[in-house]
Nanobody, 124 residues
């Protein structure tokens, strides 16, 4: 499995960024997708997830109303991030799973493969 995140950068507080994650090595349409982030000195956390068909989406309370996850029919999942805050500064990753529980469990699984991530820095 290969996961390649892109779209990060430096942005001022209140600004927006759109992240992309290209996935290969799995049957994309058969898996839920999630966006995660890891801030300096903190554990990785799941911030958004989307169902296989894209109709069901879940968000962490910290990003609800500001972030939107979406996916295409090929192999890419996106994260639109608006009203960015300094607390959103982190490295962002994507990953896949058959269920919401599996997506959540990836943060605790040392064997989970991760892509390189993309760094988002929000300046206040």
């Amino acid at each position: 499995v290969q996961l390649v995140e892109s779209g990060g950068g430096l942005v001022q507080a209140g600004g927006s960024l759109r992240l992309s994650c290209s996935v290969s090595g799995i049957i994309f349409r058969n898996h839920m997708m999630g966006w995660y982030r890891q801030a300096p000195g903190k554990q990785r956390e799941l911030v958004a997830s989307i169902s296989t068909g894209g109709s069901n989406r879940n968000y962490a309370d910290s990003v609800k109303g500001r972030f939107t996850i979406s996916r295409d029919n090929a192999n890419t999942v996106y994260l639109q991030m608006n009203s960015l805050q300094s607390e959103d500064t982190a490295v962002y990753f994507c990953n896949y799973g058959r269920t919401q529980r599996l997506l959540s469990a990836r943060t605790e699984d040392p064997l989970t493969p991760w892509g390189p991530g993309t760094l988002v820095t929000v300046s206040s």
